[in-house]
């Protein structure tokens, strides 16, 4: 059994904000191998389903984000899920959009979210870190965490949830580098196919294939030659 996490915050204010970004890869997911009905649970929303044949608990936690690790320990001691077996899907500052990375453990990088599940049930769990992208001055970051997605990114980011929510069974079976690459592969743009370029035939080539004919080949220069 696999407790899959999406981080974010509770509320309409916050939906759509770059910090969010977890619980919309979880509502993709649970969408997508349609798992049963949301329910509240464990001080946060959780549903059921399986993906390529293994059990998936679904939670997002509702404590908001710095206090997501009360409902995560809440949930695993209930069902006795031990950390190697919780995978945690969160924003990621440091990550370039659309660009993914998975670890275990590790430090928390000053997230919010991952420090607090990292106080309840140590840091032996999997990160699916979901790459926002930084603003590139120190100064922005607060705004651009809790700013919403722009609408020039929206195609992109529908594409990443789709990919990940099409992906993530490896994930759940611990194949990570197997999801790695195939995530790179379908995130990858298709490249136009280039026209092929048509050669002009020789004129000699031309003649002799008989695809155009001569001045002298015409009907007209036939007749005046028999008179």
């Known amino acids: 059994m696999i407790l899959l996490v999406g981080l974010g915050n509770p509320g309409g204010k916050y939906a759509k904000n770059r910090h969010n970004i977890g619980f919309m890869a979880l509502d993709t997911i649970v969408r997508r191998h349609s798992f049963g009905p949301w329910r509240s649970k464990f ?12 059990k998936v608990l679904a939670l997002m936690p509702e404590t908001y984000m710095n206090e997501s690790g009360r409902s995560v320990s ?34 928390h990088g000053g997230h919010n979210g991952l420090r607090s599940i990292d106080a309840h049930i140590g840091k032996n769990y999997k990160r699916l870190r ?6 590139g001055d120190k ?8 700013g919403d997605f722009a609408k020039a990114e929206t195609a992109e980011l529908d594409k990443m949830l789709d990919c990940v929510a099409h992906l993530v069974g490896l994930v759940c079976e ?3 580098t197997d999801f790695m690459n195939r995530y790179a592969m379908d995130m990858r743009p298709q490249r136009p196919n280039k ?19 001569s001045d ?11 008179k």
């Open 139 to 146: 100064a922005k970051v607060h705004n651009h965490v809790l």
């Open 195 to 213: 026209p092929k370029q048509q050669t002009e035939a020789a004129p000699d080539a031309v003649k002799a294939s008989g695809t155009i004919a």
């Open 130 to 135: 979901l790459g926002i992208g930084h603003p």
């Open 43 to 54: 001080s946060g929303q959780m549903c059921e389903g399986t993906i390529d044949g293994i």
């Open 174 to 176: 611990g194949k990570d």
């Open 74 to 107: 809440a949930a695993a001691r209930f069902y006795k899920v031990e950390p190697e077996n919780i995978i945690v899907m969160h924003d990621e500052l440091d990550i370039a959009f659309t660009k993914i990375k998975i670890k275990t453990g590790g430090g």
């Open 216 to 226: 002298d080949d015409s009907p007209f220069a036939i007749l005046k030659k028999l």
